[in-house]
């Protein structure tokens, strides 16, 4: 009785979305160490708790399931690729591994401003330098690029579900998390939000725009 055929693309894209949420986890402690806080992996207000319970299983499913489909798991029906076209796949898995990296560098350019959630009575730094110059969420626009390569690359009924859910998810996590800026640091924030596009950059100039 033959084995199950690996499916390389799924399982590829699937080792990156491990690596992506063990850095992130890596980070949460780094910061639980250096400063007392652990980058609010459990937010301290409600609506940010009640986000990240339904975001689990989400998460879960980003991770588990290209990995499933690696190993060749094709049932029930909700697991099993709605195509089979390899190219694409094997595309979706560079465009997945250039976002990875692209958002360790966000990561960095954040430092210890780095959050996941919102914390009412906690105030970072503002950074608009390096990719923020941009973009305001370039971790987040980056998040849709990996969450819509995994569903390109495994492209199951539940894979589709999980990243339409993902996608609506951070646009609300974006939204809430951008009046929490501006009741922060006030002018300085909205004339940067009026300036820089919020997952796509509005000018290639940056900011602060330069004076003619």
């Known amino acids: 009785m033959g084995g199950r055929e690996i499916n390389w693309p799924a399982l590829c894209v699937g080792a990156i979305i491990a690596a992506y949420w063990w850095r992130v986890l890596r980070m949460a402690y780094k910061m639980r160490r250096q400063t007392g806080r652990a980058a609010n992996f459990v937010p301290a207000e409600p609506i940010g708790k009640i ?3 339904i975001w689990q299983p989400i998460i879960w499913i980003w991770i588990a399931g290209p990995i499933a489909a690696g190993f060749g798991v094709r049932s029930p029906r909700l697991l099993t690729p709605i195509y089979d076209i390899s190219i694409i796949r ?6 997945a591994a250039i976002a990875f990296a ?3 560098i966000c990561w960095r350019q954040m430092g210890k401003s780095w959050r996941m959630g919102i914390d009412p009575n906690e105030r970072t730094s503002l950074i608009v330098t390096g990719p923020y110059a941009y973009v305001r969420n370039p971790i987040y626009a980056l998040s849709n690029v990996l969450m819509v390569a995994t569903a390109v690359a495994v492209p199951t009924p539940l894979m589709i579900f999980a990243a339409a859910l993902h996608l609506l998810l951070l646009q609300w996590e974006a939204r809430r998390e951008e009046r929490h800026l501006s009741q922060i640091h006030g002018a300085e924030y ?4 009026a300036a820089v596009g919020r997952f796509v950059p509005r000018s290639l100039q940056g900011y602060p725009p330069h004076s003619a």
């Open 190 to 193: 909205d004339q940067y939000r």
């Open 90 to 95: 094997w595309i979706a898995v560079a465009v």
């Open 51 to 53: 986000l990240r319970v």
């Open 102 to 104: 692209l958002t360790r």
